[in-house]
């Protein structure tokens, strides 16, 4: 099962997908659970995210985007870290920015951001959970030699 799981290839278009998703949710992980790029930190993010969704909910999020992201930019459990960012992005939506419309708040003419963005990096997360991480990826490298490292589905 744990090897099914971490099963990839050498795609490069995943790796592509998979290094773009992990290095743009990096800074958001960052924000809530280190302070860094202008963040709260943990306790603060937690603090005020608890006042929308349950703390333990929270505490989820913040681990799906830091965690997530450091593991798509390593390959390491790719799938499970798409999946949890994937869920992060429906929530968002759900329960933020679904209000707002579809587009992203360009001009600041509207109260909020639309899902657009959302809806991209929910694509990119399907897409590395169907195809896993790639070239360059630690699930690769622990799945090599491996009769499971054929791909999930045909290269294009």
């Known amino acids: 099962m744990f090897a099914r799981l ?3 290839t050498d795609d490069g278009v995943a790796t592509l997908l998979r290094l773009v998703l992990g290095v743009v949710f990096f800074p958001h992980g960052a924000q809530k659970v280190l302070g860094w790029f202008g963040g709260y930190g943990f306790h603060a ?8 969704l349950p703390a333990w909910l929270v505490v989820i999020v913040m681990l799906a985007e830091f965690a997530g992201s450091l593991g798509l930019i390593l390959g390491f459990l790719t799938r ?5 960012i994937g869920c992060v992005m429906v929530g968002a939506v759900l329960t933020v920015h679904g209000k707002f419309g579809f587009f992203m708040n360009w001009a600041g003419k509207q ?3 639309g ?8 694509a990119i ?3 590395l959970m169907i195809r896993g991480g790639g070239a360059a990826s630690i699930d690769l490298a622990l ?3 491996s009769a499971r490292t054929t791909p999930a589905m045909p290269r294009f």
């Open 111 to 113: 109260p909020g951001e």
């Open 6 to 8: 971490m099963r990839t």
């Open 125 to 127: 997360a399907v897409a």
């Open 143 to 145: 799945t090599r030699g």
């Open 80 to 84: 499970i870290a798409a999946f949890g």
């Open 115 to 122: 899902f657009e963005y959302h809806l991209i990096a929910l």
């Open 45 to 52: 993010t937690l603090q005020g995210m608890s006042k929308m």
